[in-house]
């Protein structure tokens, strides 16, 4: 089964609006990535942060991480149009494979 | 190079033929990873490489695929007797280490008709 999974499963905003996405997972971790993907090829790396983190800022992305929970959220703030994409989370461990959830799409209207 | 590299990016081939697709990471990468994507859906594990060996090939859906990577570089996934459920994104992606960010190349669609 997926580790992780992200909710919701879709999310349409306006242009400007901030844009969050969750992500639960089950097992330990090292570390938790998020990726986007345009056009159903090849994905972006957007952002790790390490399981010792709490939150990492990359620009307008803000990622958190609660591994109590086993859960992490991703903010974008000041959304465009070139933001629509689809965004998955992964979760690794030292030894292993990412694994990824089933994305969330993120459309941000004009 | 500067990016992960996959050929062919589009490939149509009819049902009980075989295939392969290539990939070629970044240099100095020393881990390699297939993945496949259908419609829609998320990412699933094919493989992984460290070096020239697979220490996970879990994700290998039957014994008709197969992959290899030679030279801790390029890498070929085979599918020998296509069928319909094959057709998919084959993606693959390289890190530096089993721990770090990937780059991804851009995938191969692969039809099988």
């Known amino acids: 089964s997926q580790q992780g999974e992200e909710d919701p499963q879709a999310l349409s905003i306006q242009e400007g609006e901030n844009a969050t996405m969750n992500c639960s997972y089950k097992t330990s971790i090292n570390n938790l990535q998020w990726y986007r993907q345009n056009s159903g090829r090849g994905l972006v790396h957007l952002i790790l942060?390490?399981?010792?983190?709490r939150e990492k800022h990359s620009g307008r992305l803000r990622v958190t991480l609660d591994t109590s929970k086993k859960s992490s959220s991703l903010l974008i703030t000041a959304s465009r149009a070139a933001d629509t994409a689809s965004y998955f989370c992964?979760?690794?461990?030292?030894?292993?494979?990412?694994?990824f959830g089933e994305g969330t799409q993120l459309t941000v209207n004009p | 190079g500067a990016g992960v590299s996959q050929s062919p990016s589009n490939k149509v081939t009819e049902k009980g033929k075989d295939v392969e697709l290539r990939c070629d990471p970044i240099?100095?990468?020393?881990?390699l990873y297939w993945y496949r994507q259908s419609l829609g859906q998320g990412l699933e594990f094919l493989i992984y490489?460290?070096?020239?060996?697979?220490?996970?090939k879990s994700g290998l859906p039957s014994d008709r695929f197969s992959a290899e990577r030679t030279g801790g570089s390029v890498s070929t996934l085979t599918i020998q007797r296509t069928q319909q459920e094959d057709s998919a994104v084959y993606l693959c992606a390289s890190s530096l280490a089993d721990i770090s960010g990937y780059t991804f190349g851009s995938g191969t669609r692969l039809t099988v008709v």
């Open positions: 490489f460290q070096g020239n060996s697979a220490p996970d």
């Open positions: 992964a979760t690794g461990l030292s030894g292993s494979r990412l694994t």
């Open positions: 942060i390490r399981s010792n983190e």
């Open positions: 240099s100095g990468h020393t881990a």
